[in-house]
């Protein structure tokens, strides 16, 4: 029968992952020789080599990188249990790991604040960033929750529509297609467009909604520099209505109509289909449901 300890398994997990004795002990705030003894013991415990050490150089045997996925296992269940516990006895507390979307970044900042009034003890980490690191975030369960556009389908997820997200050509207050009651998506592609990164979610679905090619070398990847640059007068921008409502109703930008704008999707809460969402996750998913219009 083999039999370990929570010590050796914890030091055993940091020194594969980190590749060093050294790192594993200071992340563990134990000494070097301690980590060192807790692997000892547990190679004679299982009886056999779980890591090769050449030089500084440290990498898990065959046996070993089938233990490390047990070790991951067994140390994400204690950590989930522990959280589920501190959180029975105080509901108020947790922490949240929460990755958003640029366009997304305003409405989730004012629903964190509402709930944080709600729950004074809770803590929470948030990521703004692009659709990339988004899918890289779930693909990888380093965020409790992602709100973003539309998702992927073929990961493993699960996703819920929860606010309509309508897309909008914006363009400088004095530019001349304003004067048009309508305009034509073929008149817009003479102009100079300016959008965000290869890979956005706006961009894709803007191309894929309207079949517009967009003809500029101009690709900024965030809607406050979108906006900037739209005001200074470089071209056609398109964003989300909810993240420039100050700037239309104070005329600092003016809506285009456009033929097949405003081009409507949807946010979603999505997250891992394979992790159980925290206490504290779980609620907050279903105040930002609750609190969408």
């Given at each position: 029968m083999i039999n370990y300890t929570l010590k050796q398994?914890?030091?055993f997990e940091a020194v594969v992952r980190l590749k060093s004795f050294t790192k594993a002990s200071k992340e563990l705030n134990i000494t070097q020789p301690a980590v060192y003894m807790q692997i000892q013991q547990l190679t004679q415990n299982i009886g056999t080599d779980l890591v090769n050490t050449k030089g500084k150089r440290i990498s898990p045997t065959h046996i070993g990188k089938?233990?490390?996925?047990?070790?991951l296992a067994v140390i994400k269940t204690l950590?989930?249990?522990?959280?589920?516990?501190?959180?029975?006895?105080n509901p108020d507390s947790g922490h949240l790991e929460?990755?958003?979307?640029?366009?997304?970044?305003?409405?989730?900042?004012?629903?964190?604040?509402?709930?944080k009034k709600q729950h004074p003890k809770m803590t929470f980490h948030l990521e703004v960033t692009n659709r990339q690191l988004l899918l890289e975030k779930l693909s990888h369960h380093n965020a409790d929750l992602v709100i973003m556009g539309e998702p992927p389908k073929d990961m493993s997820l699960i996703a819920q529509p929860f606010m309509e997200n309508p897309l909008i050509a914006i363009s400088h207050p004095n530019h001349p297609l304003?004067?048009?009651?309508?305009?034509s998506i073929k008149k817009l592609n003479k102009e100079t467009l300016i959008t965000r990164e290869q890979g956005s979610g706006t961009r894709i679905t803007i191309e894929r909604t309207t079949g517009m090619k967009f003809n500029s070398e101009i690709e900024i990847n965030s809607n406050e520099a979108i906006i900037e640059a739209v005001q200074a007068g470089l071209g056609i921008g398109f964003v989300?209505?909810?993240?420039?409502?100050?700037?239309?109703?104070?005329?600092?930008?003016?809506?285009?109509?456009?033929?097949?704008f405003p081009v409507t999707r949807h946010w979603f809460v999505?997250?891992?289909?394979?992790?159980?969402?925290?206490p504290i996750a779980q609620r907050f998913k279903d105040f930002i449901i609750t609190l969408a219009p």
């Open positions: 398994l914890y030091s089938q233990f490390y996925q047990t070790c950590e989930q249990s522990k959280a589920d516990i501190e959180q029975t006895l929460i990755s958003v979307a640029t366009t997304t970044n305003s409405f989730v900042s004012r629903a964190l604040a509402q709930f304003l004067k048009n009651k309508r305009n989300s209505k909810h993240t420039v409502q100050l700037e239309l109703e104070n005329n600092i930008i003016k809506q285009l109509n456009v033929d097949k999505v997250h891992s289909a394979k992790i159980q969402l925290t």
